[in-house]
Structure formats: structure tokens, C-alpha cells
């Protein structure tokens, strides 16, 4: 099946540092990748979509200064949280689309703490 | 505004016992349904999908329904075992780049 990785697992970073998060599809080209946040107990927000080679499109109080994606290629979405405070800790999620269906698969996440 | 829901928050069954996880949906224009499972510090893995012109569709221990008149879409794992023990979610497929809505998700325990 299709696999998609996202790289670091965790990662503990003080307050005001950038953290990058890296999504991959494995074995198959996304033109589409798409960034979740999970707080503890909570469902999936949708965050922005990533398209290849185009901006991102943000959701509704999500900062793009804030939160930067770049997906520079059909297999790689990366997502800065800048100037990271507290309050965003979270379990990021990301998921790509196959190409030509609509089914989407999710990374495994990256539990960010920010001290 | 439009959002995908789910009627019961916790599920608790003993092994072997058919589970029924149900899910309440409001966007009647939307066509593409999926049930994904999630277990503890893990992303969601993909379980079965359904499209609107579909009633029924079967996977290995899992069936999905829906039923459009209602909005209302159900998963029901046969023979519950402790592995399917964790938090399922539907989503429903919205917006022109396919992203999806989350309903709030249910955990299922499974009693040995």
C-alpha cells in the first residue's frame, strides 16, 4: 500500500526556534499534500493544502507567516512552524493524494513540544 | 456550517462481538466518505471508503453504509478482536482539492 513518512517523529525545541517537518510519499506522486493538527483527545483540523509547485492554501485562522510550507516536488511537502511558542504543541499530521484518486494517506505525525 | 459528526463518543465491546461505529454527516452534496482508524500517538490508516452512489461496500471484517437520506454513514467490524482497539474517524471529502472533514471520532475498547 502506499506509504507516507514524516520526518522527525518528535522533536522538543525552546520557545522562538523554527522547527522543519518533513512529509514524504514513498511510493507514490502526490500532487496534493495536506497538513493536520491533532490536540490530545481531539479530531483532525486541516491546517492548509500543499500543491506542487504553488502556494499553499491556508484554512481559516491558520497563519501563513506562521506556518510555512513549501512542497518543491511530487513526493515532498515540508511544514516551519517559526518562532515557535508553546502553545503550538501539537501532533502534526500530514497526507498526501495519490494521483488520480481520491483516497488519501496519512504519516505516521510529529509530536512537537515547544518549551 | 457544513461538519461531520458522530453520534457516540465511546465504545466499549467484548471479543468476538460485531462493533457498529456511527457517524452523522450534514453536507448532502458531499460524495466520497472514508472511515479511518487511529491508535495512540500514530497518524490515521485508511480502513474503507464509500461513494455517494453506493449503499454498501465491504472489506475484510469491516462494512461501511450509507445512507443518504439520513446522512448518516456506519462501520461495522465483525468479530471485534483487541487489535481494532482505537479511536475511529469518518471523513467526509470536501472543497475542490479534496481535502477532508473530520468528524470527532469514537474509541472503541475491546474487552479480552
Known amino acids: 500500500g502506499a506509504v507516507v513518512s514524516q520526518h522527525p517523529s518528535w522533536v522538543i525545541c525552546k520557545s522562538g526556534t523554527s522547527v522543519k517537518i518533513e512529509c514524504r510519499s514513498l511510493d507514490f506522486q502526490a500532487t496534493t499534500m495536506f497538513w493536520y493538527r491533532q490536540f490530545p483527545k481531539q479530531s483532525l483540523m486541516l491546517m492548509a493544502t500543499?500543491?506542487?509547485?504553488?502556494?499553499?492554501?491556508?484554512e481559516q485562522g491558520v497563519e501563513k507567516d506562521k506556518f510555512l510550507i513549501n512542497h518543491a516536488s511530487l513526493t515532498l511537502s515540508t511544514l516551519t512552524v517559526t518562532s515557535a511558542h508553546p502553545e503550538d504543541s501539537s501532533f502534526y499530521i500530514c497526507?498526501?493524494?495519490?494521483?488520480?484518486?481520491?483516497?488519501?494517506?496519512f504519516g505516521p505525525g510529529t509530536r512537537l513540544t515547544v518549551l | 456550517g457544513e461538519s461531520v459528526g458522530l453520534h457516540l463518543p465511546t465504545l466499549s465491546v467484548q471479543e468476538g462481538d460485531n462493533s457498529i461505529i456511527n457517524c452523522a454527516y450534514s453536507n448532502s452534496a458531499s460524495d466520497y466518505f472514508i472511515w479511518y482508524k487511529q491508535e495512540s500517538g500514530k497518524g490515521p490508516q485508511f480502513i474503507i471508503d464509500i461513494r455517494s452512489n453506493m449503499d454498501k461496500r465491504q472489506g475484510q471484517r469491516v462494512t461501511v453504509l450509507l445512507n443518504k437520506t439520513v446522512k448518516h454513514l456506519s462501520l461495522q467490524i465483525a468479530a471485534t478482536q483487541p487489535g481494532d482497539s482505537a479511536v475511529y474517524f469518518c471523513a467526509e471529502k470536501s472543497g475542490s482539492q479534496g481535502n477532508l472533514i473530520f468528524g470527532k471520532g469514537t474509541k472503541l475498547s475491546v474487552k479480552p
Open positions: 497526507s498526501a493524494a495519490d494521483r488520480g484518486t481520491d483516497t488519501q494517506y
Open positions: 500543499s500543491n506542487e509547485g504553488s502556494k499553499a492554501t491556508y
